[in-house]
């Protein structure tokens, strides 16, 4: 069965950093693109970035040149270092995958920037 468990949110000032682990089971997870989403509250669920199974990388333009996905497929986990955090980051973030029958998606943990 494929699961996720993300960790690492939490509350941070703007303009500061936070790293996010997403800790996969269940699949071959090298084998797979896997990607951030985020929704904020009344907002639709945004892709924030993805990284495919031969590691390249893709943002959203609202997080370019602030987040760096990442993957360790030795530990089967996935990462988000999030840096110069804004308001405007706050939201629930998930980690997700696509396989050929359906879409895997975490419980989503919790980010608040705010002064």
């Known amino acids: 069965q494929v699961q996720f468990v993300e960790s690492g949110g939490g509350l941070v000032q703007p303009g500061g950093s936070l790293r996010l682990s997403c800790a996969a089971s269940g699949f071959s997870f090298s084998s797979y693109f896997m990607n951030w989403y985020r929704q904020a509250p009344g907002k639709e669920r945004e892709l924030v970035a993805t990284i495919t199974n031969a590691g390249r990388l893709s943002y959203a333009n609202s997080v370019k040149g602030r987040f760096t996905i990442s993957r360790d497929n030795a530990k089967n986990t996935l990462y988000l270092q999030m840096n110069s955090l804004k308001p405007e980051d706050t939201a629930v973030y998930y980690c997700?995958?696509?396989?050929?029958?359906?879409?895997?998606w975490g419980q989503g943990t919790q980010v608040t920037v705010s002064s």
């Open positions: 997700h995958t696509n396989t050929m029958f359906q879409g895997y």
